[in-house]
């Protein structure tokens, strides 16, 4: 069945009260982005957990003088995330507005 009129305009305030924030995203990124805080912000916890590992060891490499291999691409990727955040985000956003639509649907 189609959702209502009433029910899609609800469905979209909810995602607009609801979703991940772009800007908060970049907040995040900007403080902590080199341990992959705001990929688990926006739902990505497995990449969020392999960049922290990477952080923790680029960290250890630089602390060390060792495996300094690590430290250029744990940069690298910061830096990539930084244009493919608005993207995660918008990602983020349709897949909770789908659930809420699927969860409406299934309601009626």
């Not at 900007?30 to 341990?35: D, H, P």
């Not at 957990?49 to 691409?73: E, I, K, N």
Request: net charge neutral; charged share 15%; hydrophobic share 55%.
């Amino acid at each position: 069945m189609s959702l209502t009129t009433e029910q899609q305009l609800l469905i979209e305030q909810r995602v607009a009260n609801d979703g991940k924030s772009t800007l908060v995203a970049y907040l995040i990124w900007f403080f902590a982005g080199f341990f992959g805080a705001h990929r688990f912000y926006l739902d990505k916890g497995n990449s969020g957990f392999l960049m922290l590992v990477f952080a923790v060891f680029a960290c250890a490499a630089l602390l060390g003088g060792t495996l300094l291999f690590l430290v250029v691409p744990s940069f690298v990727w910061v830096v990539i995330d930084f244009f493919l955040i608005p993207s995660m985000a918008s990602q983020s956003r349709d897949e909770l507005r789908t659930r809420l639509m699927r969860n409406a649907d299934s309601d009626q």
